[in-house]
């Protein structure tokens, strides 16, 4: 049974940093396509940042561009996401997805290019 567990959220003050992991578990991801999502309250979920099986190509939303910053461990089956500069419209559950297949140097920022999701992690900002 395929896993996405994402732990690292929490509440914290505006510009201030979290780290966010994501460990999958019941299949390698490690030549797959990973990223980042987040929904608001009363708002649709929102692309956030991915990146390829490698980790060397990776994409983000305009909103966080120069603030978070994703990367991946292979061998830990892992991907993170750095938060820095942190501002109380980063609020949201904060949810890692993983494709099924290999996708090489692509990475996707579509919700439905996305085939396993985590649970979700809380993440507050306060002002």
């Known amino acids: 049974q395929v896993q996405l567990v994402e732990s690292g959220g929490g509440l914290v003050q505006a510009g201030g940093s979290l780290r966010l992991s994501c460990a999958a578990s019941?299949?390698?991801?490690?030549?797959?396509?990973m990223g980042w999502f987040r929904q608001a309250p009363g708002k649709d979920r929102e692309f956030v940042a991915a990146?390829?099986?490698?980790?060397?190509?990776?994409g983000y939303a305009d909103s966080v561009k120069g603030r978070f910053t994703i990367s991946r461990d292979n061998a830990k089956n892992t991907v993170y996401l750095q938060m820095n500069s942190l501002k109380p419209e980063d609020t949201a559950v904060y949810y890692c997805?993983?494709?099924?297949?290999?996708?090489?140097?692509?990475?996707?920022?579509?919700?439905?290019?996305?085939?396993?999701w985590g649970q979700g992690t809380q993440v507050s900002v306060s002002s």
């Open positions: 997805a993983a494709r099924r297949l290999y996708s090489g140097s692509v990475y996707y920022t579509g919700i439905d290019e996305y085939d396993y």
């Open positions: 019941g299949r390698t991801f490690s030549r797959s396509t």
């Open positions: 990146c390829n099986w490698s980790g060397g190509n990776t």
